[in-house]
Every structure is written in C-alpha cells, then in structure tokens.
C-alpha cells in the first residue's frame, strides 16, 4: 500500500524556548525519539534520522560532523482546513532566522526538498 501525502500551505517553523545546554537537551530529545514504539532508524554519516510513520513525524538529529551541529529538527505532515502541510519544531534556536547561518542553510535545503516533494505529488495526480 503506498501512502501519499499531499504537501500544501505555508511552513509552520516555531522552537521551544532556548535550551540552556543544547548538547544535553538534543541528545535526551534524541533518546527519547528513538524510545518511541516502532520508530525506524537510519543512522547516516552526519546525522541520524528517526522516523515515526504512526504520527507521520520525522525528527534528524546532527552529528558533530554536520556543518550545523549540534542541531535538531523535526517534520511533521498537518492537515488543516482540508490541507496537507510540513509542520517544523527546531532545536535549540528560538527562530531559524536567530540561528546561525550554517543552521538556516539547513532550513532551506528542507525547503528545497518539500518543493521537490510537493511537486512530484502534483506529477503523480495529475490526469494523464
């Protein structure tokens, strides 16, 4: 069965508030992601991605070899007034805009890829 979500309306980008010891706090938020039932786990050479489909949220956890560490995210697939959108919680910056640039480059190649994904949706639905 393939599961299609459709990615429309603005990205919602809101944090927390400041995280005093930003390492600390990433690594318990990383812990206690990878604790959820049945996430999938994909470790990658500078961050390590945990999926939960069950609540269609992705978190991606830097490495200390990533150009934005130490840094987290988490995408989450919203649905209102009848529209599919990403949803994004950052760590441990109030605001993308207040982050470094290394960590709003980051942004924006999630960006980039749910342009891309949202194409690829209006390809498939489309009449052929």
Known sequence: ??????????VSLFAPAALAAPEDDLRTLREEAMARPGVLVTEYPDFTM?????????????????????AA??????????????NYTVWPHETPQSAPASFQRWMA??????R???EAIQRDLAPR
Do not use: W
Not at 109 to 114: M, S, V
């Open 109 to 114: 190649e999630f960006a980039e890829l749910d």
């Open 50 to 70: 945990v999926e939960d489909r069950a609540h269609l949220t992705i978190f991606y956890f830097t490495k200390p070899s990533h150009y934005a560490h130490p």
């Open 1 to 10: 069965m393939r599961i299609v979500c459709l990615l429309f309306g603005l």
């Open 73 to 86: 995210v988490q995408r989450a697939v919203v649905q209102e007034n009848g529209a599919f959108s990403m």
């Open 116 to 118: 891309r994904m949202r």
